[in-house]
Nanobody, 128 residues
Framework: QVQLVESGGGSVQAGGSLTLSCAAS????????MGWFRQAPGTEGEGVAG???????KYADSVKGRFTISQDNAKNTLYLQMNSLKPEDTGMYYC??????????????????????WGQGTQVTVSS
C-alpha cells in the first residue's frame, strides 16, 4: 500500500527554520502532484504548498516567500523548507499525493479537499 512518511518537525523559536521531508513508497512522487497541508488545533487547516506534475509550484498566501516546496525524484521524497517561522505556523503538517492532477493549482485544491494519499503528519511548534 502507498506510504507517505513525514519527518523533520520539531520545536523552534520564531524566526527559525525547519525542513520537512516526506518519503514515499509504492508511489512515485514525479508521477503525482504532491503537497503539504497543515492543521492547528481548532482550525480547518489549510493547503500550504503544492507541486504539480508539470513542475509548477503554488503556495498559500500565508507562507509565500518563506516556504519552498521541492522534490528529489531520485530519493522519491518531497520537501518543505520553512524559513522565518512564525508562531502561527504551528500545527501538524501532512504530506499528500494526488494522482489525477497536473498543476500545482490543482494540487492545492485537491489537498484542501482532503483528496489523495496522506501521511501521518509531523508536528511543528513555533514559539515566540
Amino acid at each position: 500500500q502507498v506510504q507517505l512518511v513525514e519527518s523533520g518537525g520539531g520545536s523552534v523559536q520564531a524566526g527559525g527554520s525547519l525542513t520537512l521531508s516526506c518519503a514515499a513508497s509504492r508511489i512515485t512522487v514525479s508521477n503525482n502532484c504532491m503537497g503539504w497541508f497543515r492543521q492547528a488545533p481548532g482550525t480547518e487547516g489549510e493547503g500550504v504548498a503544492g507541486i504539480g506534475r508539470d513542475g509548477s509550484t503554488k503556495y498559500a498566501d500565508s507562507v509565500k516567500g518563506r516556504f519552498t516546496i521541492s522534490q528529489d525524484n531520485a530519493k522519491n521524497t518531497l520537501y518543505l523548507q520553512m524559513n522565518s517561522l512564525k508562531p502561527e505556523d504551528t500545527g501538524m503538517y501532512y504530506c499528500a499525493a494526488v494522482r489525477w492532477c497536473m498543476t500545482a493549482f490543482q494540487a492545492l485544491d485537491a489537498i484542501t479537499a482532503r483528496q489523495g494519499y496522506w501521511g501521518q503528519g509531523t508536528q511543528v511548534t513555533v514559539s515566540s
